[in-house]
């Protein structure tokens, strides 16, 4: 296992709402970054955090947006649920310009009716 | 045009025998990282090894070795002794630079090992 916690594991939500993930990182890593897998597709950046501040974003609307914590755990929020945001969310955690090392939660399967 | 490129949707093997799975990538930038992750039913990415633009040795982790040919812009994954356990998904991905730790993945691999 990588340390890297997320909650909650199944989710179901319906078109319109709000959602928030959580996650915490492994000991000692002050990065974390977001990933969405849509079903069959290999995982997409969302945004990264580092010291509490967005270090950089991928493809997303504003809608999707998240929050580092002191102790580097980290939340992604998502408003106005659309049905293709029904995905694995998975968070990945690393040592600030770690360059070959990003571990992985066990991700958030998220549905939106 | 896509920066990684996993052209094989599924592979089967037997179990004990050897598997490459295919992973060519598309970069300018001369420092690069390349991961492949497993990910079973569960979800869960699980990282098997990791390759530098820079690493002049092919890099191995017990059963997995990577076979980069940065010239031909390719980072195969082979897994030698193929386990039942070894099914799942196999995604390849790719670290541009140095300021960011972020990855592009490709569409991954099936690989299932029969007995």
């Known amino acids: 296992e990588t340390g890297v916690t997320q909650s909650p594991t199944h989710l179901i939500k319906t078109r319109g709402q709000q959602v928030t993930l959580r996650c915490s990182s492994q000991s000692g890593h002050n990065t974390v970054s977001w990933y969405q897998q849509a079903l069959g597709q290999g995982p997409q950046f969302i945004f990264q955090?580092?010291?509490?501040?967005?270090?950089g974003r991928g493809n997303f609307p504003p809608r999707f947006s998240g929050l580092q914590f002191p102790n580097y755990s980290s939340e992604l929020n998502v408003n106005a649920l659309e049905l293709d945001d029904s995905a694995l969310y998975l968070c990945a955690s690393s040592a600030w310009r770690s360059y070959n090392e990003q571990f992985f939660g066990p991700g958030t399967r998220l549905t939106v009716l | 045009a896509q920066k990684i490129t996993q052209t094989q949707p599924g592979m089967f093997v037997q179990e004990k025998e050897a598997v490459t799975l295919d992973c060519t990538y598309d970069?300018?930038?001369?420092?690069?990282?390349l991961f492949w992750y497993k990910q079973p039913s569960s979800g869960e990415m699980i990282f098997l090894i990791y390759?530098?633009?820079?690493?002049?040795q092919n890099a191995t982790e017990g059963r997995y070795s990577l076979n980069f040919q940065k010239a031909r812009k390719s980072a195969n994954l082979v897994i030698s002794a193929s386990q039942l356990g070894d099914s799942a998904m196999y995604f390849c991905a790719m670290r541009e630079g140095r300021g960011y730790s972020t990855l592009t993945f490709g569409k991954g691999t099936m690989l299932l090992v029969s007995p």
């Open positions: 970069t300018s930038d001369p420092s690069y990282g």
């Open positions: 955090y580092y010291r509490e501040e967005e270090n």
């Open positions: 390759q530098g633009s820079y690493d002049q």
